[in-house]
């Protein structure tokens, strides 16, 4: 059972808008940073989205994320194909002295 | 370019011990935080441990508190991470990865699958 919750799987059209959402609380999201991480079948991860909302160099900005509260969510607009992927949501956690992460949204374009 | 590459996985029995190495290029090495999070096979990322720039902060997660060790050599540009009392629980691809603004993950490794079995 991971400590922040997603949905364990998303899919969306080509062209589509599809939002992850990523629940926490007061110890994680709630006071901390949220990272995204965008994961390739058979590839490692690769940082897509960190303090909230920034974007590393070199991600489209059909990518954007957001937080609320205890929530925060990625949103992907203008779906592509190579958009195909797994993404995690993550945070510091301070009361487990430690970064966790969200049990992963399987997301699938049709 | 970042660069981050793992070695030292491989097959271990249960209760037996391992040292994984992450060979770290393309940056100031001893200006960032560095990670290991861990996949175990068809599941999702579990943040093992991290390492502040000189040492002197370290954090774990409790199911690896006592049994792992993460240490660095800013002098090598590598980080470590020693396992002991290895379960099959531990089976997973060990990825080493640089803080980025902050201790979180960032640039990240390939990954050494470390696979515990008799």
């Known amino acids: 059972q991971s400590v922040l919750t997603q949905p364990p799987s998303a899919s969306g059209t080509p062209g589509q808008r599809v939002t992850i959402s990523c629940s926490g609380s007061s110890s994680n999201i709630g006071r901390n940073f949220v990272y995204w991480y965008q994961q390739l079948p058979g590839t490692a991860p690769k940082l897509l989205i960190f303090r909230i909302d920034q974007r590393p160099s070199g991600v489209p900005d059909r990518f954007s994320g957001s937080k609320s509260g205890t929530s925060a969510s990625l949103a992907i607009s203008g779906l592509r194909s190579e958009d195909e992927a797994d993404y995690y949501c993550?945070?510091?956690?301070?009361?487990?002295?430690?970064?966790?992460f969200g049990g992963g949204t399987q997301l699938t374009v049709l | 370019e970042v660069r981050l590459v793992e070695s030292g996985g491989g097959l271990v029995q249960p209760g037996g011990s391992l040292r994984l190495s992450c060979a770290a290029s393309g940056f100031t090495f001893s200006s960032y935080w560095m990670n290991w999070v861990r996949q175990a096979p068809g599941k999702g990322l579990e943040w093992v441990a991290n390492?502040?720039?000189?040492?002197?902060?370290?954090y774990y997660v409790d199911s690896v508190n006592g049994r792992f060790t993460i240490s660095r050599d800013n002098a090598k540009n590598s980080v470590y991470l020693q396992l002991s009392s290895l379960t099959a629980e531990d089976t997973a691809v060990y990825y080493c990865?640089?803080?980025?603004?902050?201790?979180?993950?960032?640039?990240w490794g390939q990954g050494t699958l470390v696979t515990v079995s008799s």
């Open positions: 990865a640089r803080g980025s603004d902050t201790a979180m993950p960032g640039e």
């Open positions: 993550a945070a510091w956690d301070d009361s487990l002295s430690g970064a966790v």
């Open positions: 390492i502040n720039q000189d040492g002197s902060e370290i």
